[in-house]
């Protein structure tokens, strides 16, 4: 009997201890340190949760039971994905917890991380304040206000439940026919290098004392950032949209490498490769910079994201030969794949890969280790469903008055006024009758560019905003008639009297190659409409761009020339420069070529012979100030 009572007892002690070894997860204790929760949780990993880790795919092939039988570690809202038209907050709160919910009802409870493309703030929300293009924000040259700019975005970002997003392009444009040069803060590394202050006001500031190089996330009101697109993205060949960049070493570290070095000093989270190649080499597969360069050299301990089906634009034609592109570009180093869609072919070819032994289990656990450190950095595993404490930043006023602020300060004034006729600007608020024209007059779509809403945009009003139209007739005396007309013919413009005329044109909305141009000129019909209002009328025009444009030989029509870059939702930035409650400050942040027959030509360059030089823009003194001198 004592002798039984005994076995009892030292089972139910084995049964015990074996409870509280089951019961206590290091992982899941916010107490211990990083280091020993990511060992506790990779010991704990099969091969199959450890491949779902290291798979992003969209929402719109994702379900919570997908997420939860394939251990899926990412989703994303890809360019325009989202879960209704005009999704309120709550809408996305509801559907990213609904993914969440799927990843951690899985053996292990390990969170997902969804990302989405908040470049110029969270654009593809409807109701968001959307900010100035980076190609805008490069002419204020102003660190702290980009920092600010990215504080707000991680407010609205996090009010959709969302904790990770795509941005910044950190991208060096060396050529405007480049799609993607409008997300590209300027041709100058050092002003790109200044921009990454974005950094820390979507993460957070780093504190002092904090480990060199290494990732930093500020709790639950900011999100993971993402440097992108490692590395020459905008300086392929004629700016053909992934391309290739033919460049040496030196000028690569010169150029290119920079905000990279800046962006992993703020504790930048995520690098993103680019699309394109260097030296005729695609970046997905290049081992010496992504591992070699980005993680020995620099000690970048983020993780390294693939770019939306990087992997399947590795062999020309695309997706021909998808084990060899899996297999080189996770032994090149990519730690996470943005498929968005392909993703159980990717997770059966990476299976069969390790288990084949031709990628070694190092460097799975290498993927894994940096994805679970960010997850945790981020505190997911403490707080993975989001709440709708956030709710009311969508949009706010807040943010809505910096975004204003951003557009005065983003303005570029390159022409005022011609022959001895002295200024024209700033404009008289009080006049009899004045004429508003153009394509971009009166469309928020126009006015906001690529990435807003849809990934390549669209004219019209697409979502809520200010249009110069709208901000003009709110800002004139209350009995200056304000005449709209989108493209007046010379009858009706004869016919009227007007005071002056203000002339909104530009390109139309675009993104990435879509954006690929050979002769940069804005749409029609600008130039007819540029031709005949300021034949008729003393004109301002004002152009809405993602890059400088042709405007020879209109430019002695115009009396003055403003380039509005591609502002966003706050037009009214726009009409307190031009009527003078705000003097123009902006000075370009990109050379304005002649004709496109000079590119590429970036100052510095032996045949540099600009219309307008970098760093050239005229000011102009508001007009309280003036009436005080």
Same mark, same amino acid.
């Given at each position: ?18 409870? =509280? ?14 280091? @020993? ?327 799975? @656990? ?36 910096? =975004? ?200 510095? @360059? ?24």
């Amino acid at each position: 009997m004592g002798m039984a009572s005994l076995a009892l007892r030292m089972m139910i002690l084995a049964l015990f201890c074996f409870w =509280a070894e089951a019961e206590y997860l290091k992982y899941k204790d916010p107490k211990q340190p990083l280091s @020993d929760r990511i060992k506790d949780l990779m010991r704990r990993m099969t091969l199959e949760e450890k491949i779902g880790q290291m798979t992003q795919i969209d929402r719109k092939y994702a379900s919570p039971e997908i997420v939860n039988k394939y251990f899926i570690g990412s989703l994303l809202s890809g360019g325009g994905s989202m879960p209704a038209p005009k999704a309120s907050a709550e809408t996305w709160i509801n559907m990213v917890n609904g993914f969440q919910k799927g990843a951690l009802s899985t053996r292990l409870g390990i969170p997902m991380i969804y990302g989405i493309d908040a470049v110029h703030g969270h654009n593809t929300v409807y109701n968001a304040t959307i900010f100035p293009h980076n190609v805008g924000l490069g002419v204020t040259r102003d660190p702290e206000l980009v920092k600010k700019i990215g504080a707000a975005t991680a407010l609205e970002v996090r009010a959709t439940g969302i904790p990770y997003t795509f941005a910044p392009c950190i991208a060096v444009c060396r050529d405007p026919r480049w799609g993607r040069c409008f997300e590209s803060y300027s041709e100058d590394h050092k002003i790109v290098q200044a921009m990454t202050e974005i950094i820390p006001g979507l993460q957070g500031d780093l504190p002092t004392n904090y480990p060199n190089n290494f990732p930093f996330i500020n709790g639950r009101t900011k999100v993971a950032a993402c440097a992108k697109h490692f590395v020459a993205d905008g300086g392929t060949i004629n700016g053909i949209n992934e391309n290739n960049t033919v460049i040496d070493w030196n000028d690569l570290l010169r150029i290119h490498m920079p905000a990279y070095l800046d962006s992993i000093r703020k504790g930048v989270a995520t690098v993103m490769i680019s699309l394109s190649s260097l030296n005729g080499m695609k970046m997905h597969v290049n081992y010496d910079l992504i591992t070699g360069y980005l993680k020995k050299k620099l000690k970048f301990k983020g993780f390294v994201i693939s770019d939306s089906e990087g992997l399947d634009k590795i062999t020309s034609p695309p997706h021909a030969n998808y084990t060899y592109s899996v297999q080189a570009s996770i032994l090149a180093g990519i730690d996470m794949v943005l498929l968005p869609e392909k993703y159980i072919e990717f997770i059966d070819d990476l299976t069969l890969l390790v288990k084949k032994n031709v990628i070694p289990m190092s460097r799975i @656990d290498d993927a894994v280790e940096r994805i679970l450190r960010i997850k945790f950095i981020l505190g997911l595993f403490e707080n993975p469903i989001a709440d709708l404490t956030l709710v009311d930043q969508i949009g706010s006023q807040e943010h809505r008055e910096l =975004a204003r602020e951003s557009v005065r300060r983003s303005l570029v004034l390159l022409k005022n006024g011609k022959n001895h006729d002295g200024p024209m600007l700033p404009l008289p608020k009080k006049a009899p009758k004045i004429l508003v024209a153009g394509s971009h007059a009166h469309n928020i779509g126009n006015q906001c560019g690529g990435w807003t809403i849809e990934w390549h945009g669209l004219p019209g009003n697409i979502t809520i905003g200010t249009t110069i139209l709208t901000a003009v007739r709110n800002v004139v005396d209350p009995l200056t008639e304000v005449v709209y007309s989108e493209n007046p013919d010379r009858n009706f413009l004869k016919s009227n009297n007007f005071s002056y005329g203000i002339v909104v044109v530009g390109e139309l909305p675009y993104s990435e190659s879509v954006g690929d141009s050979t002769n940069l000129t804005i749409a029609e019909p600008g130039y007819d409409t540029i031709t005949n209002v300021c034949e008729y009328v003393k004109c301002v025009v004002i152009i809405m761009s993602g890059r400088p444009v042709v405007i020879e030989p209109y430019l002695p029509k115009m009396e003055a020339l403003v380039a509005a870059w591609l502002p966003g939702t706050e037009g009214q930035g726009v009409s307190d420069v031009l009527f003078g409650d705000y003097g123009f400050t902006g000075k370009l942040a990109r050379t304005w070529f002649k004709t496109v027959d000079q590119l590429p030509m970036n100052v510095g @360059d032996p045949h540099y012979d600009p219309l307008f030089p970098f760093g050239y823009g005229l000011t102009t003194i508001p007009i309280e100030r003036k009436a005080t001198q």
